[in-house]
């Protein structure tokens, strides 16, 4: 084995730790919650971000660059945002150093404080808000459709990889518009774009739903979420996206003068998706092995590895490997031949197994003989002889396969754990055990809260489209009256 | 006209701010020197990233990302670079606001003092070699290439856009090598990729190499510059790349097992180009109109103006651009009909010269009836009268002439501009007239200083292959014996 992972059921934090560490994704560094992401995690993210800013620019959204520090003072503006936002944050006071007049490197140039403390952004609709305004001035200058992908800092106590750090990577999208429905319209876009991305390339089966009020963006007035379901039973907030209504336009003052020549309050919204997404792949989808990419997000979709004997062999097969990789490249997949010399084929199986490449090729002496190559799926472990004739366009069809095959285990794992469930006992226990739980709510935020108290399971969304949940019946807490089951769940 | 730009001749400087400005590149934000990257600003520079990032791909280059806070501590490490780097940076003292006791929206929380203060990278150097110390063992883990994609601050006190800013964007590549040979051929090959993107892309110009000891980056024992010749006969250094010798590694304790066993520091580089090369790209090119992008950059590359009386003609006319149009981007041609029906053809083509877009579509009754259409040329504003027959070719073609062109000229330009200078009197006279002098020195600080001292100039390279500089001869300042001619201006 190239490096021992803890399995699951050993204890799945630690699985996940193993994972993230030991397959080259990511590390924690020298600044506390910082994390540094290693090149074979940031292809991943790459892959990511590559298909998500294709996506955002088919809806008309464009790029741009918004700055790091955020005002003090524009904390103060908009008075939920403060509450929800404003609290653990990395405050710029100074901005020189100077070397110790006691010769112990640097200290901090006392004489150089700022006149007002400077935020390092943990979300920016102030300072875009701010922005905007010198932008918008008549109903022409709308929509504005602008996204930013940049760090953000949130200061958190516990950290884990991906899922929970001081700084991390997104995108925000940041958009204005003359009037409610179009802002509506565009959160409701943008949460689909983020649910089709996350079906289709993620394998994630996502939930998309409206957040309760509890659980809302802080200055939000309505803000879809999707969900996945790890596979432990718990849910997992992939992605955003928030009708803001006109709270940040009043609060930094946006007005435009409508067709009528009336001033008005612009509408916002806001949605974002992070480097969380990176954790999400792989609890969703890992293995005791390690992690499982989806073919579509693997930076490495086939590994090549040599079983030889003698020099010839070796050689013999590297040519043949090469050939069907320029085949494969041809057809736009992504090929490592691994001819690493000082390893054996047994460590390198275990090693790419780790890092979830999709497809390893394995060739030896007979195979060579008889024209043929083992083919062993990442997602299965199953393996097969194949013909290296028309390799390449089994491999293309197998990479599909595979893909699908991910997506439709997460379902098949989100369904055997989604239940109806009508009484609170049951509930108490069930939802201890990894369940998505359909439950009437009487849709206060107090029996939410009592909920969450008794056993910290939330609701994670009120769903749009996963599941027919418009019913009447009776909140499983209280007994009141309910017009629709919601999704409760514990969360990460 | 769209918004009047103040002429080069007027105003050198007010008319760049005019451009970055009006053309919707940036502006200033609402923090001290941060500047707000426009969307038409940040089409550029994702253009730039996109081909600059799949160049270092082809070196082996892999992204990764590291934190965006350092330590304090990290810079009392490698003494040169803290004398060059870590003085005028942003220091995050503590992690908290809260609401203030008086009812004055937020304060900092006291009680939430860090126990180290953080720094904003000003540069990732520390931070990273911190890194590799634990990613370096053995001759078997070198070489490590990375890149990241990231935002840094370096405090300055007089900002301009895109030159000289608070924050900018920029990506800063960190290899590790086994030998110094491997290191150093590293430096030069990625200084290769800045020039030949620069002019290749860029249409810039740029003159290879070694920056004297006085102007090299803060640790370094070779640094390579591209530097480019504005309009205004200044030097803009667009790009470094840096051989770092031992000396990070050995501040972080950074070694490796050679082949022979022995432990040995590992050899670094460093290189980077930032958003500055937006600034250069508008100096460059840029006249009394606005903007003259090169096609490689432009967002857009053809803008079609349609001229109409009455609506059958209009839509007539829209029906045949949307003909052009698709047969352009069938070419990977990038193509915007601007049929904003509130304004003017003529403020239409100010507002399109304004932004740079090479090429400029108009057609009225007359081309519609004779199959025509008028072409003008952003970079000569030059207009002809072409058939619409194979128009797209012909566009194709033009794109290319006038990247070529924009070169050309930037060429013609520095070519001009460029002289052998053997008389100190004479020196000072034609540095300050916007000359890059090619003059004897005698390779010593001080005479770089006395003559930077006397008229601002600065060697801005002892270049590698725009000119034949080795040759005998005497320092135009001190008279001493000197083996090569170097290049001497006035910088940005």
Not at 304 to 331: R, S
Not at 344 to 356: D, H
Request: a negative charge; hydrophobic letters at 40%.
């Amino acid at each position: 084995m190239a490096k021992e992972v803890t399995s699951r059921s050993e204890n799945y934090s630690q699985w996940y730790n193993d994972l993230a560490l030991k397959a080259d994704l990511a590390e924690q560094s020298a600044v506390r919650g910082c994390m540094v992401i290693k090149p074979y995690g940031y292809a991943i993210w790459e892959k990511m971000q590559s298909v998500l800013d294709s996506e955002f620019k088919k809806t008309g959204v464009q790029n741009a660059y918004f700055p790091l520090f955020i005002p003090k003072s524009f904390f103060s503006r908009e008075a939920e945002h403060v509450a929800g936002f404003a609290k653990e944050c990395a405050v710029v006071t100074h901005h020189r150093l100077m070397n110790d007049p006691d010769g112990n490197g640097v200290v901090v140039d006392p004489e150089a404080r700022l006149e007002e403390e400077l935020i390092v952004r943990p979300t920016s609709e102030t300072i875009i808000w701010n922005t905007y305004k010198n932008w918008i001035t008549s109903w022409r200058d709308l929509p504005i459709l602008c996204n930013q992908w940049c760090n953000v800092v949130r200061w958190e106590m516990r950290t884990r990889l991906f899922l929970r750090t001081a700084e991390f990577l997104w995108q925000e999208g940041h958009t204005a518009h003359a009037t409610a429905e179009e802002a509506e319209a565009k959160a409701n876009e943008m949460v689909k774009v983020y649910a089709d991305f996350a079906r289709n390339v993620m394998a994630l089966p996502v939930i998309v739903g409206h957040k309760s009020p509890n659980e809302r963006f802080a200055g939000a007035i309505d803000t879809l979420t999707i969900e996945a379901m790890m596979q432990d039973g718990k849910a997992l907030q992939a992605g955003t996206s928030h009708f803001l209504g006109q709270n940040f336009a009043k609060s930094f003052d946006v007005t435009f003068t409508n067709k009528e020549g009336k001033q008005e309050y612009v509408w916002a919204t806001s949605w974002g998706v992070s480097t969380r997404l990176m954790g999400a792949l792989i609890m969703a989808h890992g293995d005791d092995n390690g992690l499982v990419l989806p073919p579509k997000l693997a930076p490495i979709q086939v590994v090549m590895v040599p079983i030889f004997k003698t020099d010839d062999e070796h050689d013999a097969i590297i040519a043949k490997f090469g050939a069907i990789k320029a085949a494969l490249e041809a057809k736009g997949v992504s090929v490592k031949i691994d001819d690493r010399d000082t390893l054996r084929p047994g460590f390198k199986f275990a090693e790419w197994e780790l890092k979830g490449v999709p497809v390893r090729l394995a060739m030896g002496g007979r195979d060579l003989a008889a024209g043929t190559v083992e083919v062993a799926r990442r997602d299965t472990l199953e393996k097969s002889t194949e013909n290296t004739e028309g390799i390449d366009a089994y491999i293309v069809e197998l990479l599909e396969k595979i893909q699908q095959n991910i997506y439709d285990k997460a379902l098949a794992h989100r369904e055997a754990n989604v239940e109806k469930c009508d009484n609170w006992e049951e509930f108490k226990e069930k939802i201890q055990t990894g369940k998505f739980l359909l439950c009437h709510w009487d849709g206060t935020t107090e029996t939410e809260q009592a909920i969450k108290d008794a056993t910290k399971a939330t609701i994670r969304c009120i769903p749009v489209d996963s599941y027919v949940c418009e019913e009447e019946g009776k909140c499983i807490f209280t007994g009141k009256p309910s017009h629709r089951r919601v999704v409760f769940a514990i969360s990460y």
